[in-house]
């Protein structure tokens, strides 16, 4: 199972803090359709808050045949990140994506298969 981790740095400590961490369940259960594959696994607009009180919503996907990987963040209706890559091994914390949000805050957004 893929969980997206997401952290941010907390700028008094300096020290990484994780703030929300959510599993990717199977596509089939997030739509109808039937003619999902079984292999694809999945969130949509799963919100979070910083500490400085901005919004965000993470939306990702897995494909385990291929060990493919999309994370899309929004945050004030806008595309903030778009990746698509592939892991390396399903132990790995990658993507590993690293991002200053419009407030300036430091955020870490991870997929890995420990939670």
Not at 72 to 95: A, M, R, W
């Amino acid at each position: 199972m893929i969980i997206i981790h997401v952290s941010f740095r907390n700028p008094v400590t300096e020290d990484w803090e994780e703030i929300h961490k959510v599993n990717l369940i199977p596509i089939s259960e997030l739509y109808s359709d039937s003619s999902l594959e079984d292999d694809i696994f999945g969130i949509n607009d799963s919100n979070f808050t910083l500490p400085n009180g901005e919004e965000f919503e993470v939306s990702a996907t897995f494909t385990s045949n291929n060990m493919g990987v999309v994370i899309i963040v929004t945050g004030q209706d806008k595309t903030l990140i778009h990746v698509t890559c592939y892991k390396q091994s399903l132990e790995g914390f990658d993507p590993s994506i690293l991002f200053l949000t419009p407030r300036g805050a430091n955020v870490s957004i991870m997929a890995n298969t420990t939670s």
